[in-house]
């Protein structure tokens, strides 16, 4: 069974601070990874995007991955409030890179 | 217009009516998706379009009627649905349906819709 797995949170953590986002998943012919950040009563939006075992950075968000312990993470240095959404973890399904598995999402506040 | 457009944006409709989702992407993409958030619940992809060809159905009732014309256009067509069908409907697209970076995927804003 496809699934994704991600602490639902709420995590909440100071202005400034590293927010620290885990995931993990059981499929282990996984190929892709993504995190989205899904605002209340919005849609989501693609935030990173990893493909490949160790860190990717893209300003203050980094992803992780680590393909044989079948875990993603993504980390937000210097958290602002602006951070403070639901940020979801997909992964692609076994059969098809075009099929995302999503977990429920993780809860971020981000206190000023 | 830019990026991916849903209408309508809000949907209330009788157990008994017809209607129709509507998306649409401005991104040359040729793959797109119906997907449905519902609350408590992950977001489920339903359907998937890869240049005006539906490659996949995640056993999704009758109920809901995809249709992709164009790679430009996908609607969701609903008839007689259940009032555990209300949710959030997202459409998203990605350049292809084929391997990273291409399967990245750009949602629109969605419909929200309420079956009474």
């Known amino acids: 069974q496809k699934e994704v797995e991600q602490n639902s949170g709420p995590l909440s953590v100071p202005e400034g601070a590293i927010a620290s986002l885990n995931c993990t998943y059981s499929?282990?012919?996984?190929?892709?990874f993504f995190w989205y950040r899904q605002y209340s009563g919005k849609s989501p939006e693609l935030i990173m995007s990893?493909?490949?075992?160790g860190d990717k950075e893209d300003g203050r968000f980094t992803a992780q991955l680590n393909k044989a312990s079948q875990y993603v993470s993504l980390l937000i240095r210097d958290s602002q409030p602006s951070d403070s959404a639901t940020y979801l973890c997909?992964?692609?399904?076994?059969?098809?890179?075009?099929?995302?598995?999503f977990g429920k999402g993780t809860k971020l506040t981000v206190n000023p | 217009e830019t990026g991916v457009t849903q209408t309508p944006r809000h949907l209330v409709m009788g157990m008994t009516n017809k209607k129709s989702l509507k998306c649409e992407q401005h991104?040359?993409?040729?793959?797109m998706y119906w997907y449905k958030q519902s609350a408590k619940k992950p977001l489920e992809l339903m359907f998937v379009?890869?240049?005006?060809?539906?490659?996949e159905n995640n056993s999704v009732p009758s109920r809901f009627s995809p249709e992709c014309p164009n790679s430009s256009h996908l609607f969701l067509h609903l008839h007689t649905l259940q009032p555990e069908d209300s949710a959030l409907y997202l459409c998203?697209?990605?350049?292809?349906?084929?391997?990273?970076?291409?399967?990245?995927?750009?949602f629109g804003p969605g419909t929200r819709l309420t079956v009474l």
């Open positions: 997909a992964v692609t399904a076994q059969g098809g890179s075009e099929k995302l598995v």
């Open positions: 991104l040359g993409h040729n793959a």
């Open positions: 998203a697209s990605s350049l292809t349906a084929g391997g990273p970076p291409d399967n990245e995927q750009f």
């Open positions: 990893i493909y490949s075992n």
């Open positions: 379009y890869n240049f005006k060809e539906q490659t």
């Open positions: 499929d282990r012919v996984s190929q892709s």
